[in-house]
């Protein structure tokens, strides 16, 4: 499977003091070098985290595909469209959330996202959508015309940590169900959303074959402060010691 990392939460730190650091647009390029297979972001509409100059920098400075998750808005239509980023994912967006919580219901938006879309589709900018993994979503998304959908692993991951072991396997056949009819209708299928060291070996193990992508932004991210921390404490004391 390859790997989107997701850098939104290295600008969450920085935007926590408005500052200069850390910088989204560095984790990035080195999340490249690492060898990620592509950058997501998420340009909020309270831009909470990512800032529109984040944006435009990383598109300009990678060379991995970027990945722009997005509301369904006329400001962001303008925004993607400008800066033109490989894919765009849509997600719903509620300004009270603290992260992403659901999918996007196309099924009850589908004439709507088919009309938003069409100018994507025209330059040769990848339309993916941030779906539950249901039946009637699979279906409307590919009727609005997506390339791709993005599967929400966010309840996988609450169940695998709360190990409601019956649950989850009811889970994973749902998410191999909606990711096999994606397939089956010629869309691309990635995933993500709570996945973290823990739990995404279970989730490759089981849906190999079906998801190609994952995209993973806290757990990389938290893992990121904490392996980093002896190296920066231990840099500090070289400054400050005589
Ligand atoms: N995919 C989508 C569509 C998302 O909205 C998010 C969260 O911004 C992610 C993946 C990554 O989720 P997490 O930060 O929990 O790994």
Redesign the pocket.
């Known amino acids: 499977m390859r790997l ?1 990392v ?1 850098i ?2 290295v600008a969450t730190l920085r935007q926590a003091r408005k500052t200069f650091e850390p910088n989204p647009v560095f984790a990035a390029l080195i999340a490249q070098q690492a060898g990620a297979d592509q950058i ?1 972001l ?1 340009l909020r509409e309270d831009r909470r985290h990512i800032q529109d100059r984040d944006l435009e920098l990383i598109k300009e400075l990678l060379t991995v595909p970027v990945n722009l ?1 997005m509301a369904p808005t006329e400001e962001m239509r303008g925004i993607a469209l400008r800066v033109k980023p490989n894919r765009i ?1 849509l ?1 719903p967006e509620r300004r009270e959330e603290i ?2 919580e659901g999918g996007l219901n196309v099924a009850s938006m589908k004439d709507f996202l088919k009309d938003y879309i069409k100018p994507f589709r025209s330059v040769g900018i990848e339309v993916s959508f ?1 779906i539950e993994p249901h039946t009637e979503q699979v279906f409307a998304s590919k009727e609005a015309g997506a390339d791709a959908v ?1 599967l ?1 692993t ?1 309840r996988f ?1 609450h169940l695998w940590k709360e190990g409601k072991t019956a649950q989850l396997k009811e889970e994973i056949e749902k998410l191999k169900r909606a990711g096999m009819e994606a397939k089956s209708l010629g869309l691309r299928v ?7 060291y823990q739990n995404v070996r279970d989730f490759v193990r089981e849906l190999k074959g079906i998801v190609e992508e994952l ?7 938290s893992n990121s402060v904490i392996f980093g921390i002896e190296r920066a404490v231990k840099e500090f004391l070289n400054l400050i010691k005589d």
């Open positions: 989107g997701n939104d939460h997501t998420h998750e994912t997600v992260t992403t941030f993005e929400h966010g991951a990635y995933a993500g959303h709570g996945l973290t995209n993973i932004g806290h757990s990389i991210i």
